[in-house]
């Protein structure tokens, strides 16, 4: 099917299918583990809690930053050799072999197979998003971004229901998990979905989107210099950058949930009501998108995130009942904001330097999040709702720059 069957047949090119299916087994077996990472961080470290925020932070910040530092040139030997599916495969293959380091009950291993799998996701972000626009009309790419991080977290819903069900029934120990070996029954049984990702993938077909005009010798190169990028564009990686400054890993509001007196079992439920709800509206959202224009919705995605970090700051163990509310709210924010980003920066990237736009998002990003979860685990161990206030600061910024200074809806 072609993409211009997608406008009148309302239906997605098969690449976007594919890879939908294979972010949401991926995701599946992400979110088994991803949860339980600060507890399981937490007993290994049971002798040093004092330094459990800054170790939580310096693993996620080095883990994110590592792999968004690769999505540039990832996305840059994309365009280049014009080939999508190769890295994409490649990446998602490493990601499921870092899933073994799991089992060994060391911060350092834990450190080495977040290091892996962003390392995978590194590779194949760029790629796949690229892939992902080459094989859809310029009037759906919102729509279609929202379905690929609906998959994401339809996924995630459903590895988070397995975590839960399974410690819950299965392995009856969720609310008393004292050793590393506790945690290992599920780290196992998540390497079974992540397998069945990437061979998912070998269905993909490579996209084929030149142009005559492309064929001659003189056809534009990949442009690895953003400052020749279109200005809009530039603005927006600014506002980004700023943003993720205060974007600290998931883990702390998991962290945070903790720490205001939940327990695991609870803290897992909360964060299956986020991930289904992200999942549920991802599509809608993308879709509105390209009816209104990605930068009044991307400005009021940013301003709920900024009032759900505050909130988790000034939360207190009387109120904590609140997360349940701030939970799905947050789940909202992802809605309006993941795929409507990466389909605003396709729409102004160059139509030959795709995936290396689309990398060099991710990789700013990526720049920002190490000094990020670094600066959030030192805040968090000075006082807990330190790094939520900074969080909400940050993002003020951010919607003011895309408000005030971007002129492309």
Request: charged share 15%; net charge positive; with cysteine.
């Amino acid at each position: 099917m072609s993409p211009e069957m997608d406008t009148k047949g309302k239906r997605f090119h098969r690449n976007v299918i594919v890879t939908g299916l294979t972010s949401f087994f991926t995701d599946v077996s992400s979110e088994m583990i991803y949860p339980l990472l600060q507890g399981f961080i937490s007993v290994i470290m049971m002798a040093n809690t004092a330094l459990l925020g800054p170790v939580l932070g310096i693993i996620e910040g080095i883990a994110e930053s590592t792999a968004s530092l690769l999505k540039v040139f990832s996305g840059y030997y994309s365009d280049k050799m014009e080939k999508r599916k190769a890295p994409t495969i490649i990446g998602y293959g490493l990601s499921w072999i870092a899933k073994f380091l799991f089992l060994f009950p060391f911060w350092i291993t834990v450190l080495g197979a977040r290091i892996f799998d962003r390392v995978g996701k590194g590779i194949r972000t760029a790629p796949r998003d690229a892939l992902i626009s080459e094989s859809t009309p310029k009037e759906q790419q919102g729509k279609a971004f929202g379905f690929q991080r609906a998959m994401d977290f339809a996924g995630a819903f459903l590895g988070t229901v397995l975590c839960f069900i399974i410690l819950k029934f299965i392995f009856p120990n969720i609310d008393n998990m004292t050793a590393p070996r506790d945690f290992y029954p599920i780290f196992i049984i998540s390497l079974v979905p992540a397998f069945f990702g990437v061979v998912i993938l070998f269905f993909v077909r490579e996209t084929d989107g030149k142009t005559k005009a492309d064929q001659n010798t003189n056809k534009p190169k990949p442009n690895l210099n953003f400052r020749k990028y279109d200005r809009d564009l530039q603005l927006f990686f600014l506002a980004q950058f700023i943003f993720t400054l205060g974007n600290s890993s998931n883990q702390f509001l998991l962290l945070r949930s903790t720490n205001l007196g939940y327990a695991l079992s609870d803290i897992l439920l909360m964060y299956i009501v986020f991930n289904l709800t992200t999942s549920l509206f991802s599509t809608y959202f993308g879709k509105l998108s390209d009816k209104i224009g990605s930068r009044m919705l991307l400005s009021f995605g940013y301003l709920l995130y900024a009032v759900v970090y505050i909130a988790f700051g000034f939360l207190n163990k009387e109120h904590g009942y609140l997360l349940w509310v701030f939970w799905p709210i947050y789940g909202l924010y992802y809605a309006m904001t993941e795929g409507v980003e990466k389909a605003f920066v396709a729409k102004l990237a160059p139509k030959e330097s795709k995936g290396t736009a689309l990398g060099f998002y991710n990789t700013i990003v990526g720049i920002g999040l190490l000094p990020a979860s670094i600066i959030a685990g030192f805040l968090f161990s000075l006082t807990p709702s330190a790094p939520f206030l900074f969080a909400g600061i940050t993002t003020i910024i951010a919607i003011a720059i895309i408000r005030l200074s971007i002129k492309t809806n």
